[in-house]
């Protein structure tokens, strides 16, 4: 028996797994409309591109399509969603696809889609594990917070802490604050500049670069005054994030 190539058979099985979700409802309706071309029963050719089923980059579309529409979703859907979005990822996904089905999973706000958040913090490739960061600052909320203070501290990965370390500018609080002047103390300048760009956006102050007056401010201590940047860096401040 002749067996696929691995990347063949997964192809193969994402075909049939967008071909279930383009008919799960009996009609071709929804962020998913655009999948009945994938059914051989609609389409009067059958071309050899598309025997395996939709490109990595029509499903990577079609996921944000439901990105796009997942706050219209009943709680019913959304679990829905949530359950046949993680079977699809525990099909060996790629990293990109891998990508976008965290991305979507990030607004669909079920424990289903919690639990898959927390797995893909877990990944073995650093870019889906940065992505899980980016969908925890998407979902919100106390648990956000918390894992990514944890990756922030964690992970093996400067580039993942990065991203960790900006999308807690999104949650200001007490903790927050303490896990930025925690990384003011890495050897990174990289990972100590992000740091004070998070700590001026969670505590609306400003002490410019200067790393020993962030750590006085984390501490409980007085900086003294806080610097004033000149328009050229308020400027550029906008785009830094």
């Not at 049939?16 to 309706?29: A, I, K, N, Q, Y």
């Not at 289903?112 to 877990?122: I, K, M, N, S």
Request: neutral net charge; glycine residues 8%.
């Amino acid at each position: 028996m002749r067996v696929l190539p691995s990347h063949l058979r997964f192809t193969l099985h994402t075909s049939f797994f967008f071909l279930w979700l383009g008919t799960m409802s009996g009609c071709m309706t929804g962020p998913f409309s655009g999948l009945a071309k994938w059914r051989p029963d609609l389409r009067r050719e059958w071309k050899e591109d598309a025997v395996f089923g939709p490109t990595l980059h029509e499903q990577v579309e079609d996921l944000q399509k439901l990105r796009n529409t997942a706050g219209t979703l009943s709680p019913t859907e959304q679990e829905t969603w949530s359950r046949r979005l993680v079977e699809l990822a525990e099909a060996n996904a790629s990293p990109v696809l891998m990508e976008a089905l965290v991305h979507t999973l990030g607004v669909l706000p079920t424990e289903t889609a919690g639990t898959a958040l927390r797995a893909a913090l877990q990944h073995a490739e650093p870019d889906v594990r940065s992505a899980a960061c980016l969908a925890w600052a998407e979902r919100g909320g106390t648990e956000a917070a918390d894992q990514l203070a944890t990756v922030a501290g964690a992970d093996t990965n400067q580039d993942v802490r990065l991203t960790a370390l900006r999308e807690l500018s999104r949650f200001p609080g007490k903790k927050t604050v303490t896990t930025l002047g925690v990384a003011l103390d890495d050897r990174s300048p990289a990972v100590q500049w992000r740091a004070m760009q998070s700590l001026k956006v969670v505590t609306g102050l400003d002490y410019g670069d200067n790393v020993p007056a962030w750590r006085e401010f984390v501490s409980g201590g007085n900086p003294g005054a806080e610097r004033r940047p000149s328009v050229t860096e308020r400027m550029s401040d906008l785009f830094r994030f």
